[in-house]
């Protein structure tokens, strides 16, 4: 009777490329409730409690937010580095996540301010015959501000964090494996967990 034979035999001595570490990993994060034009209109009106869902809303939001950022910069002494076009993120922001590594201590180590397109609701007026103004929203490319929080951590070393400031805020967390020599993920096993967060619960109080 022939022997079977099973996948890895048959891939024995045919594999070009052995991957033992990923490079980067990239986890994508949103608000669910703010996905759709309705739920837009609802969180506006039902959850902030304004009568007339309105884009002055976002841009009361997003100002908001930025100011936020400023001051959580100031207070905690964090350099802000703006992008240019063409410019390689982490060859810019390599010698902070350097320094912060040196210490040995998990910390944000500079936030990066860059203006890109990104898939955000756009608002169109529409008339009524009541004459009251009313809003549709659309998702559309518009270029906003992006804030890069990057930080090193002791047990997954370098990463960045990805804020659109614009409705609905949607988030990018990248970890840069590629930039420790030596990762404690290699030594241990660790349960990586990925939450929603409602990142407007902020800016909401400072709107409301």
Known sequence: MAESLTVNDLLDGHVALDL???????????????QVAGQVVRFMTQHLGYPIPSPAIMEKMGTAFR????LFAQANHIPVVRFHKGDRKIDVMGRYVAAQAAT????????????????????????????????????????VSCFYF????????????????????PIKVCLLTELREESSLRRRQVRVCVATVPVYEHVRRSVA
């Open 150 to 169: 990057y930080l090193w951590d002791v047990d997954f070393g370098p990463a960045f964090i990805k804020i659109c400031a614009y409705f609905p805020y």
């Open 20 to 34: 033992e570490c990923l490079d980067r990993i990239y986890l994508n994060g949103y608000v669910p409730n703010l």
């Open 104 to 143: 040995g201590r998990s910390g944000v180590v500079a936030i990066g301010v860059a203006q890109e397109y990104q898939n955000v609701f756009a608002a169109t007026q529409r008339d009524r015959s009541s004459g009251v103004p009313w809003f549709s929203f659309t998702k559309a490319d518009r270029r």
């Open 67 to 70: 100011h936020a950022v400023t």
